[in-house]
């Protein structure tokens, strides 16, 4: 079945084509060259439209155990946000943390088709695919916690060579099904339980007398190696500490060259000056991604309203824990993998520290130049809900409409801002970037983030409307793989998404040494904690993300 | 799961590496013997042994009233009752994720509530950790890090008989390979020194014990409460005088115990709710959790709270991922609403008009209700007091299907696998039989 999608504005800036009147063929799934009008062919107009694909979330915490304390600490935001009645309800909601299937059924409405847990945690893995498995009408995959991993740590200390590394890595992303490798905290979290309670990143660390410097190349450089697309995924050292812009600078300078994404960078931008020793870093921080065309970022928004936030950053938010709001919070250390913190927030435009951070976040999208290097994102939930976005879209391209929010916030920290000197506004085709091409781009998934022949079927019309937000909010439009799962923003069919991985090869004998080491060291057997094929989206198997070596 | 070698046709098959889904601990290293339909368990505890051990013989029919019936007649009966049914009882919800799963759209199809046979223990935890959170460590943290463990109430080998042997192993060289030096405890290098506040150890437990330092303070059952209100007042260095009652060396020991905890590097603190008294198990999960608050100042330390029975930590989380509510909770016609007092399962039952009771880990009969149908989705083994209007034998998950557990610690799931070919649906096929027959496909 074809079906053409006519007269509408197309945005599909990795094929070059902005702003043009042109039709979009689909048929079985995938978008195929445009060819002549043929007899039986539906045809879907997207007059008044623009038409773009399918919207990527490459850093939004939607599944596993930490979300699921975040869904148990959340009560009240549960009991506020029902899903709404209807042939498309999944009894739950929730909105700092919602249910896996309203998490599909809010995200689709946006336009969004593909979604990345950004902290799966390997001994937690099995939990987060099951989740992952329970959302519908969105892809997904999962980025691999390493970096305060025992056995990683253990290796480095000991001087073992790359090569072990690259087994180990190449082991574990197999062993978990995700598709990238994410940092948190290098060495931090594991340093925090030996009861160290900061790490920069030229500190040594307790035990294993690792810097987090020498652990961030060494798996850089595993990456790198093994081919997996996305860089290192990386949530620095000193999250939310007044002064870290100097480590975020100094870790954009340690990456020697090789590729590297900085995540959540409003909440490491943080300068010391002013009277109240909290200011922004945004600019020295865009100066230094601007010069820096292997540094990528994506923002992690705050909005000012009630969320949680969920991290593997124990040691963080261990720290952070005394402003829980409401005054609530748990903490685990987690199989010698890593560890999470779950504290419920409430960022507030009175105050100082809030309505700064929320500038700062701004400051980031509209100071860095290339959109090719920035993505949308809040860090669902820590910086605020993802059901934000439009509002934060229409943040980005509406200068007055920015300046009238400027002009609410807490008013001192109005004047730490640069904010209102910024006249940028985010083009349509800028949107199109920072929400589909650059995501798709940096993780390798060539088939999406575009609207050329081959790829899927992930199409969205939106309304053209001078409120962005209203615009962004409530599609006209959408298809998944080729079938129409929204209308005029309402969800009107529900499908099984897929789930993305990568499966780089390892020399057998790093199984050998792994199954000691869960014999030994962790108390269960390897060959239980590799989550097999069959295991992914009740059989259907992962989709395997091409390696680039 | 790995085989063993090929054996002559009616030679028993050895399985190693089973994985066991009954008590929570999660153990993945036991040893059976299959031969054609039956089980003979070669390396497992007790209870996990009693609970694997299958007798060739042919598995008993669904009935529907008391008369041997098809699945599909069965299924179509209990599909025809839940129709009917204004204030369904989903009760046990002893099965594997994906027989959850199928019996959460039971209740989203059909309205009802949903409670775990063995959430008591979970829900005294949760008075503190849904209010106000907790510091918690994982099974291989406790292993390689804890060196002074505190444990309130009973032995928990009484209920956990592996507990100590998989949470705590004393250091010992590796089989000549220790240059790796990746023997669990890795980083408690001085010994560990375990406390029991409450019971005295078992001869078991004192065997599983050996080589750490064990100290006991007796208590009474009915005031291991008041001990851990104790030890965490001391630990805050507010005035112990207060809390009364307690034997006076026993107060001795804990407030010296307070002092060894604050020189601790990581101290645990573990418990078994649903073994201690009802009233007490709150105030014990509460009391240890101020413990870890008041200690993370200048040190490290956890809770580990024992629980776990025939996935009801599964049933949790999956509650919490579907609905975004924990258990007692009633479900359908597009909502959720959680009042644990109104639908836990006894007082859900008060006010029920039909049951369903799944129970596939264990042949645990429904709980006694008069108020309308049974529907039991049971182990075949099960003892009915009073025969159910259809009863539909089950398979266990890791005996005669694969699936999916959580350990008790909330964080491993672990992949169950079928050691024999089944002959009963799983819960999950069950239950997919009655949505059928509820207008609503699996």
């Known amino acids: ?549 | 799961m790995a085989s063993g070698e090929p054996n002559a046709a009616d030679a028993p098959r050895i399985v190693r590496d089973v994985v066991c889904g009954f008590c929570g601990l999660g153990c993945d290293d036991l040893e059976v013997a299959v031969t054609g339909r039956a089980i003979v368990p070669r390396k497992a505890c007790a209870e996990a042994a009693r609970l694997l051990a299958r007798s060739d013989a042919p598995p008993p029919s669904p009935r529907v009233n008391g008369a041997p019936a098809s699945l599909a007649e069965a299924a179509a009966a209990a599909a025809g009752h839940l129709a009917a049914a204004r204030a369904a009882v989903i009760s046990g919800l002893g099965a594997d994720l994906d027989g959850l799963r199928r019996l959460f759209d039971i209740a989203m199809a059909a309205g009802a509530s949903l409670d775990h046979a063995a959430s008591a223990g979970l829900f005294a935890n949760l008075e503190r950790l849904a209010r106000r959170g907790w510091i918690a460590a994982t099974l291989a943290e406790v292993r390689n890090r804890c060196d002074l463990l505190v444990i309130f109430g009973e032995d928990p080998t009484r209920s956990y008989s592996r507990l100590f042997e998989r949470a705590l192993p004393a250091a010992r060289a590796v089989d000549g390979q220790s240059a790796d030096g990746i023997a669990a405890p890795l980083f408690a290098p001085d010994g560990r020194r375990v406390v029991m506040i409450g019971e005295t150890f078992s001869a078991a437990a004192r065997s599983a014990l050996s080589g750490h330092a064990l100290t006991e303070i007796a208590v009474p059952a009915d005031q291991v409460a008041t001990a851990a209100a104790l030890l965490s007042a001391a630990l805050a260095d507010r005035d112990v005088g207060a809390v009364s009652g307690l034997p006076e060396d026993a107060v001795a020991a804990i407030v010296t115990l307070a002092g060894e905890m604050k020189a601790a590097r990581y101290g645990v603190l573990c418990w078994n709710a649903a073994t201690l008294p009802p009233e007490d198990a709150a105030a014990v999960a509460g009391a240890a959790a101020e413990a870890v608050d008041r200690l993370s100042v200048t040190t490290r330390a956890a809770v580990f709270p024992l629980g776990g029975q025939d996935n009801v930590t599964g049933a949790h989380q999956l509650a919490l991922w579907r609905f975004g509510y924990p258990l007692r909770t009633v479900v359908g016609a597009g909502m959720a609403r959680h009042v644990p007092e109104l639908y836990a399962t006894a007082a859900a039952l008060k006010d029920g008009d039909l049951l369903l009771h799944a129970s596939a880990f264990r042949p645990t009969p429904p709980p006694d209700f008069a108020g309308g149908p049974v529907i039991a989705l049971a182990h075949p083994d099960t003892v009915f007091a009073r025969e159910p209007d259809v009863f539909i034998p089950v398979g266990t998950p890791g005996v005669d299907h694969a699936g999916h557990v959580f350990r008790m610690d909330s964080v491993v799931c672990l992949p169950l696998s079928a050691l024999r070919p089944a002959e009963l649906p799983g819960v999950a096929e069950a239950a997919s039989a009655i949505l059928s027959h509820l207008g609503r496909a699996a």
Request: overall charge negative; some cysteine; aromatic content about 8%.
């Open chain 1, 1 to 549: 079945m074809r079906v053409r999608i006519t007269g509408g504005r197309v945005f599909d800036p990795k094929n070059g084509i902005i702003d043009q009147v042109r039709d979009v063929l689909l048929e079985d799934g995938r978008i195929i060259a445009d060819a002549p009008p043929a007899a039986g062919e539906e045809v879907v107009s997207a007059a008044g439209c623009i038409v773009l694909a399918g919207g990527i979330d490459l850093h939004s915490h939607i599944a596993g155990g930490k979300v699921n304390l975040g869904r148990l600490l959340m009560n009240e935001d549960r009991a506020l946000f029902p899903e709404p009645f209807g042939d498309f309800c999944g009894c739950g909601g929730g909105r700092a943390a919602p249910t896996t299937h309203a998490t599909g059924c809010r995200y689709s409405q946006m336009g969004y088709t593909a979604v990345f847990e950004p902290a799966v945690v390997g001994a937690n893995a099995r939990h987060a695919h099951l989740e992952m498995a329970d959302i519908p009408n969105i892809d997904t995959g999962g980025f691999l916690v390493l970096g305060n991993d025992d056995f990683l740590l253990n290796l480095i200390a000991k001087g073992e060579g790359q090569q072990a590394i690259n087994d180990y890595v190449a082991w574990m992303l197999k062993a978990s099904q995700c598709c990238a490798i994410k940092i948190v905290n290098p060495g931090g979290i594991n340093a925090f339980k030996f009861n160290a309670r900061a790490l920069d990143l030229d500190e040594v660390g307790p035990f294993y007398g690792l810097t987090p410097r020498r652990i961030l190349n060494t798996l850089q450089r595993a990456v790198s190696e093994l081919g997996v697309p996305h860089p290192i995924h990386l949530h620095g050292c000193n999250l939310g500490v007044p002064g870290n812009v100097r480590t975020t600078l100094a870790t954009i300078g340690a990456s020697e060259g090789f590729p590297l994404h900085l995540t959540h960078i409003q909440f490491h931008s943080y300068g010391t000056e002013g009277d109240r020793h909290f200011s922004s870093g945004a600019a020295e921080i865009a100066e230094a991604v601007n010069a820096n065309p292997h540094i990528s970022v994506d923002v992690g928004q705050i909005m000012f309203g009630q969320t949680v936030t969920a991290s593997a950053d124990l040691m963080s938010q261990y720290r952070n824990h005394g402003i829980a709001d409401p005054k609530k919070w748990i903490g685990m250390d987690i199989e010698m993998d890593a560890a999470c913190g779950v504290v419920p927030f409430n960022y507030r435009d009175t105050s100082f520290v809030n309505a700064l951070q929320w500038a700062i976040g701004l400051e980031l999208f509209l100071l860095i130049e290339d959109p090719w290097r920035v993505y949308l994102t809040t860090d669902h939930p820590n910086g605020g809900p993802f059901t934000s976005y439009p509002h934060l879209i229409r943040l980005l391209m509406d200068k007055p409409f920015r300046d009238d929010h400027l002009g609410r916030i807490h008013k001192a920290a109005r004047a730490h801002t640069r904010l209102a000197g910024i006249a940028r506004e985010y083009t349509l085709e800028e949107i199109a970037v920072v929400t589909r091409a650059a995501p798709a781009r940096t993780l390798g998934l060539k088939d999406r983030g575009h609207l050329g022949p081959g790829a899927r079927a992930d199409v969205v019309l939106y309304e053209e409307q001078a409120d962005r937000e209203a615009m962004f909010a409530a599609p006209r439009m959408v298809l998944k793989d080729g079938k129409v799962v929204v209308v005029n923003g309402e969800v009107v069919a529900l499908t099984e998404g897929r789930t993305y991985a990568v499966h780089p090869p390892s020399d057998p004998l790093m199984d050998k040494r792994l199954q000691r080491w869960f014999d030994e060291a962790v108390g269960m057997k390897s060959s239980h904690y590799q989550i097999a094929d069959g295991e992914i989206r009740g059989g259907q198997g992962p989709e395997i993300v091409e390696l680039d070596p």
